[in-house]
Structures are given as C-alpha cells and as structure tokens.
C-alpha cells in the first residue's frame, strides 16, 4: 500500500493535535503541560460523583463551587456543594445535565438553574456547552466542557452526616 507525501505529512500534525485537547487551557510555556490556565475568580463545576462506602457505591450528581478557581485544581473541597441529586426516572442514574436542572445549595439558601446545549457531552474540552444562572442575584455564568478529571474525593464523615464518601468528577465548569 502506498502513501503519498501529502497523506504523511497530513498525519504528522495528528499528535500534536491529539495532545493540545488532552490538556485543556494549558499555559504556553508552563513548565508543567498539565497546568491549567485561570478561569475567573468563581466557579461552578457540574459534576457527576460516586457515593462509596465500604459495602458498595451509587451514581450522585452534584454542582461544586469556588469562591477562587485555583483552589479548584488539585483535589481540594468545594467551598459549597449543592443537594444530592439523582435521576429517578432513568433508575437513580447521574441526572442529565442537557435537560434544564434547579439546583439547590443547603448551606446558602442559593439555586443555580442549569441550561446546558443537547450536546454539550459530545462538545470538545475546554469548548462552549451551555449557561448557569444564580437565582440570587441573576449572575448568568457560561459553562465550559471539563475533562471529566476527578474534582475531588472526600471520605467520611462528610458535611450531610452520612458515612458515605464523595468521588466527584468535573463535567463542565461554568465561571
């Protein structure tokens, strides 16, 4: 099978493309290609989570926010965390992000309303997948597509009181 020059040189750039999508917003010339670049002072992450304990795990869904993003990058806890939710009408599944959500955070009194596109999941990282608005003061935050990294694990106990702990994955981030 032969190959023209043209073909070759078409899939030499393939790597390089490969590898800029795996890190998204990466800092030119960070020493560290995994250093993600600054997002904004706040952040929501949606989230979708594990509940665990030893006898066993269930899928949860969670918004996580950041007073400052930085404190986002490296496993740390969310500076607030919304309800549990779960998708009862699919078998208490990870909820579907696509369809409209009201989200609720206990420890403020505060909703976030989700709209996120019908495709958002298929959206490229670090790409345009939708808005959240804050319901107390309307602040309207434009969510991104994440990379699906852990966030964050918290074994117990945990702020709801129950021994289960949280393994909470970032699915779009919203600042």
Not at 29 to 38: D, H, V
Not at 57 to 76: C, E, K, L, M, R
């Amino acid at each position: 099978m032969k190959f023209s020059t043209l073909y070759l040189t078409s899939l030499s750039f393939l790597p390089s493309f490969i590898a800029a999508a795996a890190v998204p917003d990466a800092l030119p010339g960070s020493e560290e290609a995994s250093t993600l670049g600054k997002r904004g002072p706040e952040v929501n992450y949606i989230s979708n989570c594990n509940r665990r304990n030893g006898a066993g795990s269930y899928p949860a869904s969670y918004i996580a926010w950041y007073a400052n993003q930085d404190n986002s990058q490296d496993g740390q806890w969310a500076d607030s965390l919304s309800n549990e939710y779960r998708n009862w009408a699919n078998g208490g599944t990870h909820l579907d992000w696509t369809q409209p959500q009201s989200i609720h955070f206990p420890d403020s009194g505060i909703n976030v309303n989700t709209n996120l596109e019908s495709w958002a999941w298929s959206a490229s990282v670090g790409s345009y997948a939708g808005t959240a608005t804050r319901t107390s003061d309307g602040k309207v935050f434009t969510c991104y597509r994440d990379t699906d990294r852990q966030l964050f694990y918290r074994a117990p106990p945990v702020p709801d009181g129950t021994n289960l702990g949280i393994q909470c994955f970032a699915a779009f981030y919203c600042n």
